[in-house]
Structure formats: C-alpha cells, structure tokens
C-alpha cells in the first residue's frame, strides 16, 4: 500500500530531524538503514505503483537533468528526499554536491560505481583552484548493496556498463537514492581527467530561475526593467547581486555604473573582484 511508504519514509525522516543537519555519519546510518529495509521489504515498488498513479493524474513532475540522467523525486520531506534515478553514459564532468547520500542499484543495465574523495574540504560557496579529487577504482554496482557520500568531500559517479562495451541488458540502469536537503546553493564540477574544479553552478532552483530570468532580461528588458531589476543588488545570494548589476548595466550603463561602485565593496569576494575589474575597465575606456 502506498501509504505504508509514506509513513516509513516520514519516520525516517523525523530521526533524520532530530540530528543537525551538518551531522553527516547520522544522516548516512539512518538513510542507510532505511533504504536497506525498503530495498529489502520491496516498499519502494507501492511508491512506483503510486508515483504511476499520481503521473496519469497529472499530480507528479518528472524532472530531467542533462548531467546526470532521469530524476524522479517521489518523496520530498523537510529533511530527506527519495528519488529514482536513470543512468547511461558517464557524465561530461565529476560533480561534488552539499548534499549526503545513500543510494543503490536495484534494476535495469549493469552500473558501474566509483567514489571519489575532495582534499581539502571546501566552502561550496568560494571555488578554491587548490582542491583536488583522489579515485577508489571504479567496480561493478552490486545489486541492493548501499553506497554513500559525505556532502562536501565525496562524490560518487555512476553510468551504465553498456557504454563500457559490457553485454548487459539495453537500456539504463536504475538506482534509488535518499539525499539530505541543501545548505548551499551551489555544487562544483571538476574535470574527469585532471580532476580539479572547473567552476560552480546553482543547484537551488528559485535562485537558478532568478539568474536566467535577469540573463533574458539583459537582451530583452526596456527602461521599466531596472526598477524591478534594483532591489535584487540588495540579495543575500551574491550571485543573484552580481546578475543584477549586469542586468542594469546592460540596460542603463549610468545606473549601472552606480550598482558597480556599491559591489566595489561588497562582502563576497568574487564580486568585489569583478565589480573593481570592470570599473577599471571603464576609467581605461574613458582615458583614452
């Protein structure tokens, strides 16, 4: 019955509660155990029938992602989410997330797993061109055996064994997954080959909307878009701040001008960097 799952999963989720939320190891035991149990009781097939039942009611968003396969969250809590995901050809980039995880395979082509450990620890919010990730080995995902990740310092990358050239059924493989919920906004992607960090994207989905909308805008605004645009150099997400002043720069350089002097002093260093270099390049243009 479906909602023997959902009451499963909202008990896993109240012990989960009762720890704080940088307390990594009790987050893995808990989630760890739960889904041992669910694998083994089969409870997650009722959240399948159910999550069916939900898309032919129109009541369920299946999400795709373009780095890392199909998402299908199908449990969201105040502090854990239980998602299935597809996997297929290894991904372009390794990705460290602020988010723990337990996972497992439990169907579909072969997956090969492998984590990957991030020395030093960083701060997700500043990229820092010093950190670097060491590999365990890639190996064969064991059916309903549970992997995990440390936010912040593993990463564990899946793809399916078929694009390895290994005769295994078509089609992607599948794992369920139960993550922590996101105490940063961003996550990193590294390099495959080199494996040092190549820049950071936002993993918060509001903030990710705000920063294309204002991207769009830059192209597309007219006059009235600065003043809706202004209260944003106010946010206390810096690079929702630093979208903003690009936005209003492109659509009134003098007003723009004005938004860069203020980040000239902001609190984040990526932006005062920016905010400086570009009025630098502006006091070049008018000297000559």
């Given amino acids: 019955m479906p909602e023997v799952f959902d009451e499963f999963a909202a008990h ?16 893995i035991e808990i989630a760890g155990n739960s889904l041992r149990h669910a694998i083994k009781e089969k409870l997650y097939i009722s959240a399948l029938n159910q999550l069916l039942g939900n898309l032919a009611k129109k009541e369920q968003v299946v ?39 337990v996972q497992s395979y439990i169907c579909g082509a072969g997956l090969s797993v492998e984590r990957f450990h991030c ?11 010093g950190v670097r990730l060491t590999a365990e080995g890639a190996q064969a995902a064991k059916p309903g055996q ?22 295994n059924p078509p089609g992607p493989g599948v794992t369920i997954r139960i993550n922590s919920v996101i105490p940063s906004s961003f996550e990193w992607y590294f390099d495959r080959t080199a494996l040092r960090p190549l820049g950071m994207i936002p993993i918060n989905v509001l903030e990710s909307n705000v920063t ?34 690009q936005t209003i720069s492109a659509l009134n350089s003098a007003q723009g001008l ?12 990526e932006v005062r960097t920016a905010a400086r270099a570009h009025l630098d390049a502006h006091s070049q243009e008018r000297s000559q």
């Fill in 146 to 167: 549970i992997y995990s990740r440390k936010a912040r310092s593993q990463i564990l990358d899946w793809h399916s064994l078929d694009d390895r050239g290994v005769d």
């Fill in 12 to 27: 896993a989720n109240s012990e989960i509660e009762k720890h704080d939320v940088e307390d990594f190891d009790a987050f």
């Fill in 258 to 269: 004005s938004c860069l002097t203020k980040l000239a002093e902001d609190a984040h260093p």
């Fill in 63 to 101: 999400n795709i992602s373009t780095t890392n396969g199909s998402f299908i969250f199908f449990s969201a809590n105040s502090h854990s989410n239980w998602s299935f995901i597809f996997h297929g050809k290894p991904q372009k980039f390794l990705y460290l997330s602020p988010l723990s995880v």
């Fill in 119 to 129: 020395e030093p620890q960083p701060s997700m919010d500043e990229l820092n061109s």
């Fill in 212 to 245: 294309t909308l204002l991207s769009l805008l830059a192209v597309a605004g007219d006059d009235h878009t600065v003043d809706y645009v202004k209260p944003l150099v106010e946010s206390p997400v810096h690079y929702i701040r630093w979208a903003a002043v």
